[in-house]
């Protein structure tokens, strides 16, 4: 590898770095890579561990960070919330229609599908309709 | 957040959760301050470790965080960094474990007739 793709290679591994990294240890970090490269160490190990050391300034916990991982944090929740939420509403109404009737059904017995009472059809919705387990045995 | 105390008394062991590379270079800085490459030097030949540029930037940030080294105006593009007092005492803390340690391992290797 010659000198100027070395250097491109150096420079785009400190370029992982944050910017507050960059501006205190940028031109030192680029200049110790060169005489570390003059000297004969190759310049993809230099790159590899700047880019690890990238990697763990990024993730190192710094008091200024905090603020931000809550907030990230907090909208990863929210989204969760929200999906699980939207996922659930359909089968919301069911579940506290059969929540009603459990007390009313602890010994089925067999027979018909009964329609479970209080639970309308929306209109303009597909028209649900609940039964009851008909199956004999207590549910 | 520093740790170190400005007396240069002792304290507990705050190197003992820094790792290996933080404990190499204030050893380093223990004789006089130096720049990145010159660490990087002298490690070598001390520890015969080399220590790769990304993890010595790490040990300085850590280091410089917790009031345990200084840096110094930059010389060229160069920033030398210095110990601070509770630098030396925390290596001094570090060094006395290291050898209560070394000297109770020997002791068990010699019981033990290993």
Redesign the interface.
Known sequence: MDEPQATRLVETALRCYPAR?RRR?G???A???A??IRDGTPAA??A???????A??WLAPRPGRRLSTVACALLVAACSLGVSAGLLAPAAPARAASAGQAHASAHCRPGLPVPVPGVVPALGRPQVIIWEAVHGRSC | MAVGRRDGRAGPDVLRRVGEASVLVLISLADGPKHGYALIQDIKELAGVELGPGTLYGALDRLERLGLIESLPADDRRHPYRITAPGAAALRVHLDSLERLSAAGRLRLRLGGI
């Open positions: 990294w240890h031109e030192e970090a200049e110790l890579a005489l570390l190990s230099i590899w561990s700047y880019l690890v050391g990238a763990r300034e």
